[in-house]
């Protein structure tokens, strides 16, 4: 089964950072946008950031620009959200996904073609 992979997620203070990491299991990302999405149980799912196959554009919510930063090293077959400056309002779950088309991830989180199962932020003093 086609599967996108997330880790590093963990407990952060206010002001710190981490790296989140997307893998992709049984196919190659180079053909896809992929983009990060944060989702609570009960709470409404919040795209966060997206960047294109082809040549590198990227997209930030308004939340996280500046703060957050969105790479794929394609020879790893990895996307990556290095994340600084963390605040508390950034916990959440935080999901990959892969599109087809990078205007489908800028749009909305939704339209993906595959997605993770999440890792969990903790941004807490």
């Known amino acids: 089964q086609l599967q996108l992979v997330e880790s590093g997620g963990g407990l952060v203070q206010p002001g710190g950072s981490l790296r989140l990491s997307c893998a992709a299991s049984k196919f190659t990302l180079d053909y896809y946008a992929i983009g990060w999405f944060r989702q609570a149980p009960g709470k409404e799912r919040e795209g966060v950031s997206c960047?294109?196959?082809?040549?590198?554009?990227?997209y930030y919510a308004d939340s996280v620009k500046g703060r957050f930063t969105i790479s794929r090293d394609n020879a790893k077959n990895t996307v990556y959200l290095q994340m600084n400056s963390l605040k508390p309002e950034d916990t959440d779950v935080y999901y990959c996904?892969?599109?087809?088309?990078?205007?489908?991830?800028?749009?909305?989180?939704?339209?993906?073609?595959?997605w993770g199962k999440g890792t969990l932020v903790t941004v807490s003093s």
């Open positions: 996904a892969a599109y087809r088309l990078f205007r489908l991830c800028v749009e909305g989180p939704n339209g993906m073609d595959y």
């Open positions: 960047i294109s196959s082809s040549d590198g554009s990227t």
